[in-house]
């Protein structure tokens, strides 16, 4: 365990900067799902004759946006794990290494 001041301020600085790093990811993505879920429910709902427009054959728009919507969810996942390999993993170990005072 970090014992002086320093390697506190170093481990609490690491957790910052892994806090900050994964918002800056994490708010905008949820914002872009929540958007497409919420979105996708409220045409459901009040736009039925739009979400019934016929694509191609008796595919319809409504069909269409759900699987824009499950293809949204996999693309988003994929991101964020790609994002947290790269970037999250690296300062997730640096700030496990100032915690336990072998940052120094």
Do not use: C, Q
């Not at 001041?5 to 905008?28: D, F, N, Q, R, W």
């Amino acid at each position: 365990m970090a014992r002086n001041g320093t390697s506190l301020e170093a481990a609490h600085a690491s957790v910052k900067a892994l806090i900050a790093e994964k918002l800056s990811y994490l708010v905008p993505m949820t914002i872009i799902f929540m958007v497409g879920y919420i979105g996708l429910t409220i045409l459901a709902g009040f736009a039925k004759g739009l979400m019934g427009t016929r694509i191609i054959g008796s595919v319809n728009l409504g069909f269409v946006l759900i699987a824009f919507n499950y293809l949204l969810s996999w693309v988003l996942a994929i991101v964020y794990g790609r994002v947290a390999a790269d970037k999250f993993d690296p300062l997730a170990a640096r700030a496990a290494a100032d915690i336990s005072g072998r940052g120094n």
